[in-house]
């Protein structure tokens, strides 16, 4: 059983779609994230959720709109996408927003914007 | 707020060489500590932690030791093998209420046999 699931895994789409990234988490976890690695392999946080509720938005563009329709699930809806848009996004939980406690990553969806 | 400087790769090593990737920090509180790898192609794994000053996380040969007097988390490895060619992310979890992970920018090794 997969802990952390996205889909796609790959993504090829062109200039100015709009797409959708799915991310389920089976862990019973209350806090779940978007990361950004881009091809120097630099992580960079996008958003985190806690109990369906937005609580980290950094600076990111308002074509990205992340929706929490329950705890297990955080999507990540994109449009108009851009060729700077390329990259790896890695959906993450963790049981809940405490020091202690570390995040599991899914497997990442690679996007690729022609 | 909380930051992550880690050692820029990449590092190339000869089989059953010795490993070390510094990471040091800056933080509010008490944060635990992480580092994670990331092999080609998959997501990240927790490799080791360590909650609190003085604690060592193990795991798979890795070690790292929680330096509270000198903000750094080192990894290390006696005896590296090809199959730990990876990108190795050392991370600093939520404290002082700055609510996320930071991550350093990644190190990658390669193992050459």
């Known amino acids: 059983d997969t802990a952390v699931s996205q889909t796609p895994k790959y993504l090829v789409t062109q200039m100015g779609n709009d797409k959708s990234i799915k991310c389920e988490q089976n862990l019973g976890h209350d806090t779940m994230y978007w990361y950004k690695q881009d091809s120097k392999k630099f992580l960079k946080i996008m958003f985190s959720?806690?109990?369906?509720?937005?609580?980290i938005n950094e600076t990111v563009p308002n074509r990205f709109s992340p929706k929490s329709p329950d705890k297990a699930h955080l999507n990540l809806h994109i449009n108009s996408l851009e060729l700077g848009d390329s990259a790896v996004y890695f959906c993450a939980s963790s049981p809940k927003l405490t020091q202690n406690t570390e995040a599991f990553f899914g497997q990442g969806t690679r996007l690729t914007v022609v | 707020g909380n930051s992550v400087t880690q050692m820029e790769g990449p590092v190339t090593l000869s089989e059953e060489a010795f490993l070390t990737i510094n990471c040091t920090y800056t933080?509010?509180?008490?944060?635990?500590l992480f580092w994670y790898v990331q092999y080609p192609g998959e997501g990240l794994q927790l490799l080791l932690k360590?909650?609190?000053?003085?604690d060592k996380g193990s795991n798979k040969g890795f070690e790292a030791t929680y330096r509270k007097e000198t903000t750094s988390f080192h990894l290390e490895k006696g005896s590296v093998q090809v199959s730990d060619s990876a990108v190795y992310f050392c991370?600093?979890?939520?404290?002082?209420?700055?609510?996320?992970?930071?991550f350093g920018i990644g190190t990658k090794l390669q193992v050459i046999p």
């Open positions: 991370a600093l979890g939520p404290s002082g209420g700055y609510q996320k992970v930071t």
């Open positions: 933080a509010t509180g008490y944060p635990s």
């Open positions: 360590a909650t609190k000053a003085d």
């Open positions: 959720y806690n109990n369906k509720e937005l609580i």
